[in-house]
Structures are given as structure tokens and as C-alpha cells.
């Protein structure tokens, strides 16, 4: 008999759950692939901080308890993403592997990589994405892609704005062509407020993965969790302009010069990494 009642306790609970929660989206077997924002850098783990989650992970969570809460399965899902690669790389060694596990929905994010580098040729690189994103949709599954961000606000970042806006026009125009979903980095409004972002300026904080998240499913017809996800941070007073200043030799010293070093030897933060999830398992 108890055991009885804690069965009927556990089907009223689920029931309870699948009330609350939105409905299952289409999809069961999730891959995404790209480089540190889609490895999660740097929303570190309390009890693994040489593991980041990021905003993929904390989606697939997120689809996959949809899933559960209506009675199916977990949703499957594997993350190749490595920090550091260029698009090219990304297309060449996480694309194929990430085909060959039959995914319903692939997310491709990269890019961000190239444009740092002030030689990119923007519409070869869109040229990649684009041929890229048709291999994807061939195979049947659905792609996430995603616009860069509007760095108009940092001083250095902000120098390549104009080839983000080109870059973010060709994912456009891409998606439109081959029926591909599309993240608005560049339109959430939170990502403006540097509590968004990480020491390092380019990369997001945990609530800034979990902003993402949440537009990612809206990019996918999905509801979110958090109807005020995008909604601004209460401002906070002006920064005076001296410690501004040594906020930005500090960010020079600890960030950009270890980064411009690693050009000058053609090494990648990613170089002797691999990827977090290789292969699909359930999640959730």
C-alpha cells in the first residue's frame, strides 16, 4: 500500500509539472557546435569549474524537461562546441560528427572568432555558413544559427561593428533562403549592460547564458520560461572616468595582451581541449 501511494503521489506530481510547464517542442535529439559561446564560457560550476555550462546546455535542460513533463523521453543531446576554433574548423571537424548521430536540430554558432581578426572577408565567411547550413537542412534536421552582438559600447570591441552587421545581414538572408531559426543577439537589450559579461568582455556571465537560453527558444517558436528575460538591469550610477580607466588597463594586462600573444604564436585557447559531450546522451 505504500508503495501504492507513493506511485499515485509521483503521477500526481508529474501531472502537476506538465500543467505548469509549456508544451514539448518537436525536437529529440539536439547537437550543438561552435566555439566558447556555445561551450559555455564562462558559466563556471560550483562543484566543476574546469566545466562551463552556458546557454545550450541550460537549453537542451530546458527542452528536454519540457519533454519529460509530457511523458516522453529525455531529450538526447551532445555539445562539440570548443572554445577558440574559427569557423572553418567548426565546419570541418564538429559539422561531420555532429551529422553522423542524426540530430532533428543542429544549433551552428560561430564566426565570432574570425571577425576579430580585421583580414576576415565577411561574405567568404557567410559563404562557409551558408553551405554549411545546407548540409544541415539536406539531412532533414533544423538549424539554430544567431547574430553577433552590438559592441558599439566597448572601446575596442566596438571597431568591428560594421563587419557584425554585415555578418548578421547574410544570417538573415540565409535563414530566410533555407528556412533556418535565428538568435537576435544584437537586439536583446540586456546584453547593453556590462553585468552581462565576463571579466574578458567577450564572453557572457551565467545570467547572460541564461538571457541567451531564453532567446534561444524564442528563436525557435518556443515560450519562454521568463517573460521579462530580455528586460534591463536596474542602471546603476556612472562609473567615475579614473576608475574606468584602470578597469581598462586591468582588462588590457589580464585579457587582451595573453590573447594578442597567442596570435603572435598561432596558438588557440582551445588547442588541447575537446569536446564536453561528445556524443548524444539523455538530459535532464
Known amino acids: ?21 509549456p508544451p514539448p517542442a518537436p525536437w529529440s535529439r539536439y547537437i550543438a557546435i561552435g566555439d566558447s559561446f556555445t561551450e559555455g564560457l564562462w558559466d563556471l560550476q560550483p562543484e566543476d569549474e574546469t566545466n562551463c555550462r552556458g546557454w545550450a546546455d541550460m537549453l537542451a535542460m530546458n527542452l528536454s524537461h519540457r519533454r519529460i513533463a509530457a511523458g516522453l523521453d529525455p531529450l538526447l543531446y551532445a555539445n562539440l562546441a570548443i572554445r577558440g576554433r574559427l569557423l572553418r574548423p ?7 560528427a555532429a551529422l553522423e548521430m542524426k540530430p532533428d536540430l543542429v544549433s551552428l554558432i560561430g564566426g565570432g572568432n574570425d571577425i576579430l581578426r580585421p583580414n576576415v572577408d565577411v561574405d567568404v565567411l557567410s559563404r562557409s555558413l551558408e553551405a554549411a547550413v545546407v548540409r544541415i537542412r539536406e539531412s532533414g534536421a533544423d538549424v539554430l544559427l544567431s547574430t553577433g552582438v552590438d559592441a558599439s559600447d566597448s572601446p575596442l570591441m566596438g571597431l568591428t561593428r560594421g563587419r557584425v552587421g554585415i555578418f548578421n545581414a547574410n544570417v538573415w538572408s540565409i535563414a530566410q533562403r533555407h528556412g533556418a531559426f535565428v538568435m537576435d543577439q544584437w537586439g536583446m537589450r540586456a546584453l547593453r549592460d556590462w553585468r552581462m559579461w565576463a571579466p574578458d ?9 541564461r538571457r541567451i537560453s531564453q532567446g534561444a527558444l524564442i528563436a525557435l517558436g518556443q515560450e519562454p520560461d521568463d517573460a521579462q528575460w530580455d528586460d534591463p538591469l536596474a542602471p546603476l550610477p556612472p562609473v567615475p572616468r579614473l576608475e ?20 603572435i604564436r598561432k596558438e588557440s585557447s582551445g588547442d588541447a581541449r575537446t569536446a564536453k559531450y561528445p556524443e548524444l546522451v539523455p538530459f535532464g
Do not use: C, F, Y
Open 1 to 21: 500500500m505504500k508503495s501504492t501511494d507513493g506511485q499515485a503521489d509521483l503521477d500526481e506530481s508529474t501531472q502537476e509539472q506538465a500543467t505548469t510547464l
Open 90 to 96: 567548426i565546419i570541418a571537424e564538429q559539422l561531420p
Open 201 to 209: 568582455r567577450i564572453h557572457l556571465t551565467t545570467d547572460g547564458h
Open 244 to 263: 574606468w580607466a584602470r578597469e581598462n588597463a586591468l582588462w588590457l594586462r589580464e585579457h587582451v595582451a595573453p590573447w594578442a600573444a597567442r596570435r
